[in-house]
């Protein structure tokens, strides 16, 4: 049976890492564009494909159970002499951080750890003995604050054209889904920043085949809706929308790239939740407007064009193009 390495971190938003990745590169890392900047909470474990599943429903879970918190990351330490890293400390995390690692630490992720459970976001793994602290010195200032809301799986993924590289391929929001339609179709929507595999392939967009590239005035926005039998996690793809936020500062501007509902559920409404929990997300990250391609939308207007689905839920023809304020 084939299988796959997996684990889960934390993992910031573009700002902070932005600014992680400006240190990982001044210091010359060599694991930038090789994993995004993370703190890890379940070391790296291989499990059998057939797998996968259990291991969404544990991160579900554990998601569900937490609620977002605030950690202070700097200034430099090191785990020398026993091994050479340069690395981000955490502040005063326990409290937030250790029940979230013991949800997360069940079977199938479960495995005895050797060393103790130290928080912290790796800038370099590995630096010559001598470099050390050099390094620190010159990281001395380095502090920080990361509001957390989510938490994501890595997968390894080996290629024929470069070295290996860690990808976010799946995230779970902090309090877990919100769910809408009671009574009727429930639907668990999520929203988030990573695309993964099943989500991008909905949506007719390539999958994720490398580390996201950290821009700090990109954000972006991945909303889905999974239909809700028995938990959150277990219920299927009905519908996703990605997009981006751009600008550094307010006012930003939210860029709809595509919205897709599942064939077996069109008719439904999906479309509709869909680009509320989209636009609602936007508006939450300082975007007062939304455009979008009318294109972009297939089976979310119950049997007609994208623009006359889009003008149903308040957006206004513009040229080529659909504006909505949020």
Not at 162 to 167: A, E, M, N, Q
Not at 235 to 261: H, S
């Given at each position: 049976?084939?299988?796959?390495?997996?684990?889960?971190?934390l993992?910031?938003?573009?700002d902070?890492?932005?600014?992680?990745?400006?240190?990982?590169?001044?210091?010359g890392s060599?694991?930038v564009?090789?994993?995004?900047p993370?703190?890890?909470l379940?070391?790296?474990?291989?499990?059998?494909?057939?797998d996968?599943p259990?291991?969404r429903e544990?991160?579900?879970?554990?998601a569900?159970?937490?609620r977002?918190?605030?950690l202070?990351l700097?200034?430099?330490a090191?785990?020398?002499?026993a091994?050479?890293t340069?690395?981000?400390?955490?502040g005063?995390?326990a409290?937030?951080?250790?029940p979230?690692?013991?949800?997360?630490?069940v079977?199938?992720l479960?495995?005895?750890?050797?060393?103790?459970?130290v928080?912290?976001?790796?800038?370099?793994?590995r630096?010559a003995?001598?470099r050390?602290?050099?390094c620190?010195?010159?990281?001395r200032a380095?502090e920080?604050?990361?509001?957390?809301?989510?938490v994501?799986?890595?997968e390894?993924?080996?290629?024929d054209?470069?070295?290996p590289?860690?990808?976010?391929?799946?995230?779970?929001?902090?309090?877990?889904p919100?769910?809408?339609g009671?009574?009727g179709?429930?639907l668990?929507?999520r929203?988030?920043?990573v695309?993964?595999?099943e989500?991008?392939?909905?949506?007719?967009l390539p999958?994720?085949?490398g580390?996201?590239?950290?821009?700090?005035?990109?954000?972006?926005?991945v909303?889905?809706?999974?239909r809700?039998?028995g938990?959150?996690a277990?219920?299927?793809?009905a519908?996703?929308?990605?997009?981006?936020?751009v600008?550094a500062?307010t006012?930003?501007v939210?860029r709809?790239?595509r919205l897709t509902?599942?064939?077996?559920?069109?008719g439904?409404?999906?479309?509709?939740?869909?680009?509320?929990?989209?636009c609602?997300t936007?508006a939450?990250?300082?975007?007062p407007?939304?455009?979008?391609v009318?294109?972009?939308?297939?089976?979310?207007?119950?049997?007609?064009?994208?623009r006359?689905?889009l003008?149903?839920?308040?957006?206004?023809?513009?040229?080529?193009?659909?504006?909505?304020?949020?």
């Amino acid at each position: 049976m084939p299988r796959r390495r997996f684990a889960v971190a934390l993992v910031p938003p573009p700002d902070v890492a932005a600014a992680i990745d400006t240190l990982r590169r001044a210091i010359g890392s060599p694991q930038v564009r090789r994993i995004p900047p993370h703190l890890t909470l379940v070391p790296p474990v291989n499990l059998p494909a057939d797998d996968a599943p259990a291991v969404r429903e544990v991160l579900a879970a554990a998601a569900a159970a937490t609620r977002p918190f605030r950690l202070v990351l700097g200034p430099a330490a090191s785990f020398a002499p026993a091994t050479p890293t340069v690395h981000l400390a955490v502040g005063d995390a326990a409290a937030a951080l250790l029940p979230l690692r013991d949800a997360l630490s069940v079977d199938p992720l479960g495995r005895p750890d050797p060393r103790p459970f130290v928080p912290h976001v790796t800038l370099d793994p590995r630096v010559a003995p001598e470099r050390v602290a050099a390094c620190l010195d010159a990281l001395r200032a380095v502090e920080f604050p990361w509001d957390v809301d989510a938490v994501v799986l890595l997968e390894h993924l080996i290629r024929d054209d470069g070295p290996p590289l860690w990808v976010p391929v799946g995230e779970e929001p902090f309090g877990g889904p919100a769910v809408v339609g009671r009574g009727g179709l429930e639907l668990a929507m999520r929203a988030g920043t990573v695309l993964g595999p099943e989500v991008a392939g909905l949506l007719g967009l390539p999958a994720p085949h490398g580390v996201p590239v950290v821009d700090p005035s990109v954000r972006p926005v991945v909303v889905t809706a999974h239909r809700r039998d028995g938990t959150a996690a277990d219920g299927g793809l009905a519908g996703a929308a990605f997009g981006e936020v751009v600008g550094a500062a307010t006012p930003a501007v939210a860029r709809l790239v595509r919205l897709t509902v599942t064939p077996s559920e069109r008719g439904l409404g999906v479309g509709a939740h869909v680009l509320a929990r989209w636009c609602a997300t936007a508006a939450g990250l300082g975007a007062p407007l939304a455009v979008a391609v009318p294109g972009g939308t297939e089976g979310a207007g119950d049997g007609d064009d994208g623009r006359a689905f889009l003008e149903r839920h308040g957006f206004r023809s513009l040229g080529e193009l659909a504006v909505r304020q949020l």
